[in-house]
Structure formats: C-alpha cells, structure tokens
C-alpha cells in the first residue's frame, strides 16, 4: 500500500476540526509525486482539508484557497516535499492546468474543483469527494456550519485489491 490507499473508503467527519485532523492524517502518507483530487461544493471543507494535509507534510502556511492566484507552494519545514495547493475552477481546460508547469513529481498536489481536469498529471491519484448530507449546497450564511461531512476516498485507477473484491 502507499499513498492514501489505507484510507479508501468512506468516512463520517463530524466538525472542522475533525476534518482538519483527517487531513493531517493523509498529510503523513502522502509523499512526493502523489495527486489528490478534492471534489465537493462549495464549502465542503476541501480548504480544511488542505490545510490539516498541510500539517501533516510539515509545510509553511498559511494554507488558503487559492481561486485567484490558481496555485500556491508551500516549502516544507522538514525537509519534505513541498505542497502545491491548486484550484482548477477557474480553468478552462487540463491544457491549461498543465501550463502552469508544476513539479508533480516532487511535489504532493492537491487540487481543488480538479475532477475531470487533474487526471492527466499522473498514472495513479487518490479523488476525495466531500458530501454535505444535510443540505448539499450550502448556501454562504451556512458555509462554516459545523455539519457533519461525508469523505469518499478513491484511488484511481483501484488496485488489484479493489478490483478483486467487487
């Protein structure tokens, strides 16, 4: 196993800080050339997340959504990989993330709004999809409620594990 794959599955994370702690977890798998896709609405937690990875990497913060500026690095603290924090929301295409010409094999990549876009910067990535049960969308008076989360975790392609077991 590497990457991500002990966490494939789906997990119930009850508050913000329950998800920032998931994240710190999968910071402490998570190695150089990984790419995690974070699929989810609009304040599900994928910047939580991201943050508790953060953590888990031992990288400079502060760790923010980067929409506007389409891709933060942060240097690691400890002699790690750096993390690339990207959004792809406002791509128009893989083209175009692939432009940016970012270090994906000695980085860990995490890319927000990444489905359909992110795929193509490796053979192997884990996509987690963020679900608020409660409400789906949330609306922007609501987006830091503490409600619990849905986190799927899946690795693509799945391993031979997977594919022997469904």
Same mark, same amino acid.
């Given at each position: 196993?590497?990457?991500?794959?002990?966490?494939?599955?789906?997990?119930?994370?009850?508050?913000?800080?329950?998800?920032?702690?998931?994240?710190?977890?999968?910071?402490?798998?998570?190695?150089?050339?990984?790419?995690?896709?974070?699929?989810?609405?609009?304040?599900?937690?994928?910047?939580?997340?991201?943050?508790?990875?953060?953590?888990?990497?031992?990288?400079?913060?502060?760790?923010?959504?980067?929409?506007?500026?389409?891709?933060?690095?942060?240097?690691?603290?400890?002699?790690?990989?750096?993390?690339?924090?990207?959004?792809?929301?406002?791509? !128009?295409?893989? *083209?175009?993330?692939? /432009? $940016? &010409?970012? #270090?994906?094999?000695?980085? %860990?990549? +995490? =890319?927000?709004?990444?489905?359909?876009?992110?795929?193509?910067?490796?053979?192997?990535?884990?996509?987690?999809?963020?679900?608020?049960?409660? !409400?789906?969308? *949330?609306?922007?008076? /609501? $987006? &830091?409620? #503490?409600?619990?989360?849905? %986190?799927? +975790? =899946?690795?693509?392609?799945?391993?031979?594990?997977?594919?022997?077991?469904?």
């Amino acid at each position: 196993m590497n990457g991500l794959d002990a966490l494939v599955g789906r997990h119930e994370v009850a508050t913000p800080d329950a998800m920032e702690a998931l994240g710190e977890r999968m910071g402490r798998m998570l190695r150089a050339g990984d790419l995690v896709v974070l699929v989810g609405p609009l304040g599900a937690g994928k910047t939580t997340l991201t943050r508790g990875i953060a953590a888990g990497l031992g990288v400079r913060g502060p760790v923010q959504s980067p929409t506007f500026v389409i891709a933060r690095t942060h240097p690691s603290q400890v002699a790690g990989p750096p993390l690339v924090h990207m959004d792809a929301y406002r791509l !128009g295409s893989a *083209a175009e993330l692939d /432009d $940016l &010409d970012v #270090d994906v094999e000695g980085s %860990v990549v +995490v =890319v927000e709004w990444g489905r359909g876009m992110a795929e193509g910067l490796r053979d192997v990535w884990w996509e987690i999809e963020i679900d608020r049960p409660a !409400g789906g969308h *949330a609306r922007p008076a /609501d $987006l &830091d409620a #503490d409600e619990a989360r849905i %986190v799927t +975790v =899946v690795r693509n392609p799945p391993s031979a594990y997977e594919r022997s077991t469904t």
